[in-house]
């Protein structure tokens, strides 16, 4: 009955939309999402994985949909105290979330890959579907900038996305190993290869640069497809259509299906975003807003994939 | 005008009573708190400094005063998630009270000394008086019970102080070296050196047991003047009595007077409890509830002292 493994790869918010539309329309043991880990970072001491952590809250159902990011309920006084014993406050932790950090950091220091450290806390917040980080080694994604190179949050967080991005470079990928499960599962009977609409060049390009996996996907042999993350000349959210006015490209579904080249099989666009892309494009609407939404562009995507095959 | 240093040594929440009486009624140069680190312990990967943080608390003002210990003003968002992710939660670590644990891990990790963390913190938040570690070196309270060695806080909090304690230990404390700070000043003009109303057994004798430091305080010429932690045949507060009475010593002032043996010059004992005390005794109201009383006996104490040097 296994119709063999959908492989996601996701960022944050916008990625975690269709993960959370794939993990409701695909048994557990049919979904492989692969968490980028390039926006990782070392806080206060603890350390942080904000992709995963939003689609672990997502996927858990916790997270805060008024806000946009980080988890439902949350409080703030950890926040409201931090500075005035000399902690930095540019970065906003949540009580509740803080949790998560606090668990992950002793774990980690203890031995524990950020694998184990995923798979567990997942399984504990309800989460029957895999969450997986693109690799246990340490990758960091770093932004030129016209001042000089920047750590990934500093530009993200602390500049609010203000700096004109010149280059991206994903620091230690070079020698990343590729998460295990995920190059096993490559290996084995795969449906589609799933890319979300998360920010090419911060979320998927990081985990496509690790080495082996991008080979994996092409070798894999079945249909990979990605979702644009622009819909009508605009990025959904974050800074990708910003980041591609910086860097050249023109801010359209097309450009970023060119970024991916030659790796996709098929490319998914909202409606009046087909203009220019090349090769097999399936229409849907991609901008998710309700969990119907989700679901049906989740079964869009599966659809499309599953008649490029 | 200086009327030379005192020194007090202080546990938690008693002692920390007092020593914040003293800090209102002597200026910031003519008082050096010491703080017993040998309840310290690593919980969830953070250092956790329970008596550094009460008299923190206390002296800045931010005492959580219907509680008895942590901050004011606490919620508890954290405390309510741990547990979800897997972390322990025995001890109750709350939001505001949490930053501290943050920061001072985050910068002992960096490599700086309980001693600078402790200082810095107690500046920023508006303490002008010294409250220093007795030692930067790890020293950690152990308690012989009848199934075995436990840790302190194991002892004191997760199991409530309901093991019978047989014996105590202070690992580590043959190479702690005391806080250079105190031997400095212990070396030049003291006033006095007081021992707060803390339990002798695991506040003010792991401070003693610091290899230099008894004897720097018998050496320093300054009267020595202790206040009973016992009113009225009963511990103020903790577990003192508990611990007397599995030690095997009557539950009176004149036995915690005993503990301290020729290190006394003077003992301040409440009313009704000299009996049996001996040496010099001066009689005074040692419950300290209001500002008042804490400054009432804080010159008390000095004025006692002052007539026995």
Known sequence: MNRGLVVALSGGVGGAKLALGLSRVL??????????????????GLDISPD????????????NIEQGWGRRDETWSFMA???SVGGADWFRLGDR??????????????????TQVTADITRRLGIEHRIR????????TRVLSDGGWLDFQDYFVRQQCRPVVRKLAFDGVATARPQPELMTALADRVRAVVICPSNPFISIEPI???????????????PVVAVSPIVDGKAVKGPTAKMMQELGLAVTSASVA????????????????ARGVRGKVHVAPTLMTTPADKEALARAVLAFADQLS
Chains 1, 2 share one sequence.
């Open 27 to 44: 048994p557990p043991d049919e979904l492989l999402i692969v968490a980028n880990t390039g926006d990782d970072f070392e806080h206060l």
């Open 52 to 63: 995963i952590d939003t689609l672990t809250y997502v996927l858990a159902g916790l997270d």
């Open 81 to 83: 105290t931090i500075a």
């Open 97 to 114: 979330d803080l949790a998560l950090h606090v668990e992950r950091t002793r774990r980690r220091h203890a031995g524990e890959t950020l």
């Open 133 to 140: 980080p693109m690799s246990d080694d340490r990758v960091r």
């Open 208 to 222: 496509l640069a690790v080495p082996g996996l991008r080979a994996a996907i092409e070798g894999c042999g079945a």
């Open 258 to 273: 060119e970024r991916y080249g030659d790796l996709l099989d098929g490319y998914v666009v909202d409606r009046d975003d």
